[in-house]
């Protein structure tokens, strides 16, 4: 029954076959063992971080690392939502700064404004993210490409307006979170609470990605046409995504004014859109390993700049390091896009590609 | 085969389709039965793949109905009739090229399966057990087709005559009662002919399916199929046993216009017929 055609063609397009292929189960094998091993390693380094830190550098230093890390955590969560909406499921979406924002307020309000438990709060501002996600999903989904993204950066422009309004018609120079549980005031608790999220919804994504609702959104990123044909139903699909990726987003949003102690109509703006975007084109599209990556860019990138002097003077130039953040990640996303479009996960590709070759080698000789 | 002639699966009545002023199909009447291997041919332009894509709903034609075990298709989206028994491949593969093949297959059993976001983000439960049931299910049509040792390979990678067997395998996987195949022997080589026939007549019986077959193939389609209809123009040529359609004058001026009446003498014209596309 088996095509004899299929087989010479594949006799003449891979040289060995036979050992091939139990060699390639094996590495399957050892490469589900891989992810797993380094996830374990991954949380023990993550749980361990904070106190090889203060044992090394002592509790009070100036740079304060597990800090940066709930940050950079926090912004691995939007890239994770980001991802499943542009990466995977290929809707380019530029409006998850706009749940970012607006999460973070709705957050910040329930929590000072109206004396709701902190628990409440969050919880409220990622489904009303959600929501969010579906009233904007749905009409947004009528159309697509360069008109969606559009769209949604104007939506992030809007938002982030309307947030800045607020905060001028209350008089505040600052919409301070207050109320804040004892324990999350303290900066290992909170950065242990946010790595222990991290890892859930990382966890969690994974699986969504490998189940139907993933290959479903795979399937039509790769062929709208032929996935149709199968039975998916291209709407539902990318409402879906759009909501998953609104609620993550919220989830972010609301972490992050916890971190800052404060929400600001700048979460909601374009410079944070094209950090949510440096984020997943620089760590690679469609990858968990390169969100993760993008947002450690993302994040350290300003903390490196601030090492620079500021004012910096070239020549005759004087420039204000801060302001060279968005200048930076544009410029990095431009070369990320020429360079290497797989983005930074795909370089532990390439070099698992070397390795393997190098052994294949080996093997033969 | 008497009892496949009384149950008709597939009625297409007064099927058009217009794209602007230009009348793609023109008024066309189809009826395929249970088990059935039907071979729609013409020259390009005919009309062959737009009546293909009217079945799986690609395509909203402007008038007629098209009637599949008793349903009315056209009042269905595309994305429903994979579950109501139709299977297809493409002209031009379409495979979910990131995926592995086995990924592709298990892909296109997504409208037999249930699993949502609530079930599908837990490493557990009743989305893992249902995926289960996929693979196991997948990996036995791939192994109907001889295509295990590709099965983790990225489908995209692979040869393009594999390519076409993987997008057999998503056409079959959810045993359809019809397989709508649009050009399956384009980029088969000459010699391998007779066993694509043969493997065609194998899933058939296998599966129990149906086949709507658009190919140019002359020699395949008279080995393989029950019935042909000749399309030319978006209308209906001739229809019937394919050594009669396809001897029939009218049949071969259209095919093959003034360039194939130098050489009627020559080769047989079925040959020529095949040379002239592949």
């Known amino acids: 029954m088996a095509s004899k055609h299929a087989r010479e063609q594949e006799l003449a397009s891979l040289d060995s076959v036979q050992p091939g292929e139990s060699r390639a189960s094996l ?40 800090n940066s890390v709930t940050m950079i955590a926090i912004l691995a969560i939007a890239a994770l939502a980001q991802n499943v909406l542009t990466g995977t499921a290929a809707q ?65 422009v809007i938002a982030g307006a309307l947030l800045n309004l607020w905060d001028t018609t209350a008089g505040r120079q600052n919409y301070d979170l207050s109320n804040i549980p004892d324990f999350l005031t303290d900066d290992h608790a909170l950065y242990y609470f946010v790595a222990a999220i991290l890892v859930i919804v990382i966890f969690l994504v994974y699986h969504l990605l490998r189940a139907r609702v993933g290959r479903a959104w795979i399937a039509l990123r790769d062929d709208e046409t032929a996935a149709e044909a199968f039975g998916i139903n291209l709407t539902k699909y990318k409402v879906q995504a759009f909501v998953i990726s609104a609620a993550l987003t919220g989830l972010a949003g609301a972490l992050w004014a916890t971190w800052a102690t404060t929400a600001s109509s700048s ?14 084109i620089v760590g690679g599209l469609g990858s968990i390993s390169g969100s993760i990556l993008g947002a450690i860019f993302v994040g350290f990138l300003p903390i490196l700049l601030g090492q620079l002097p500021s004012p910096l003077a070239l020549g005759s130039v004087q420039l204000q390091v801060s302001t060279l953040t968005t200048g930076v990640y544009g410029l990095l996303l431009l070369l990320a896009l020429i360079f290497f479009p797989s983005g930074l996960s795909s370089l532990g590709g390439i070099g698992s590609n070397l390795v393997r070759r190098v052994n294949k080698r080996g093997g033969t000789q | 085969m008497s009892e496949t002639a009384t149950t008709s699966l597939l009625d297409i009545r007064g099927l058009t389709v217009r794209f602007g002023g230009l009348v793609a199909i023109n008024a066309l009447d189809l009826h395929i039965s249970e088990g059935e ?6 020259p390009n332009g005919a009309g062959k793949t737009t009546a293909l894509n009217c079945i799986s ?40 090229t990131s995926m592995s093949v086995l990924d592709n297959v298990l892909t296109a059993q997504h409208a037999q399966l249930r699993a949502g976001i609530l079930t599908g983000i837990l490493p557990f439960g009743p ?20 295509l295990t040792q590709y099965a983790e390979q990225p489908a995209g990678t692979l040869p393009f005559g594999v ?61 393989v199929s029950d019935r042909v209809c000749v399309l030319d123009y978006g209308s ?11 001897s029939d004058p009218a049949v071969l001026e259209a095919y093959l216009g003034r360039a194939a009446s130098q050489q009627m003498t020559g080769q047989t014209p079925t040959q020529e017929v095949s040379h002239a596309e592949n």
Do not use: C
């Open chain 1, 27 to 66: 590495l399957q094998r050892l490469s589900t063992w891989r992810i797993g091993l380094a996830g374990l390693v991954g949380i023990i380094l993550v749980a361990l971080l904070p106190t090889i830190y203060d044992q090394i550098f002592g509790f009070s230093s100036g740079f304060e690392l597990h």
């Open chain 1, 92 to 156: 380019p979406s530029l409006g998850n700064a706009a749940f970012f924002g607006v999460s973070a307020y709705i957050l910040t309000w329930l929590v000072s404004d109206l004396n709701q438990p902190f628990w409440v709060g969050i919880i409220v501002a990622v489904l009303a993210s959600a929501a969010l996600g579906i009233i904007v999903g749905g009409p947004a989904l009528r159309i697509s490409g360069a008109h969606l993204a559009i769209a949604t950066l104007g939506l992030v």
């Open chain 1, 267 to 280: 979460m909601s703006s374009l410079d944070q859109t094209i950090a949510f975007l440096t984020m997943i």
């Open chain 2, 37 to 42: 291997i039907f071979a729609l041919v013409g």
């Open chain 2, 57 to 96: 709903g690609l395509i909203k034609p402007s008038a007629g109905s098209i009637q599949f075990a008793g349903q009315e298709l056209l009042t269905q989206p595309a994305y429903k009739r994979a579950a109501l028994g139709i299977g297809r491949t493409f002209q031009h593969v379409q495979l979910f």
């Open chain 2, 127 to 146: 989305s893992k057990r249902e995926d289960a049931r996929a693979r196991a299910h997948a990996r036995e049509t791939l192994a109907l087709l001889g």
């Open chain 2, 163 to 223: 390519q076409k067997l993987v997008g057999v395998a998503r056409a079959l996987v959810l045993r359809p009662r019809l397989v709508l195949l649009d050009e399956p022997a384009a980029g088969v080589p000459p010699p391998e002919m007779d066993e694509l026939a043969h493997k065609l007549r194998a899933w058939r019986d296998e599966i129990g399916t149906a086949l709507l077959l658009i190919e140019h193939n002359m020699p395949l389609v008279q080995a």
């Open chain 2, 236 to 246: 209906k040529l001739a229809e019937g046993e394919p050594q009669t359609v396809l």
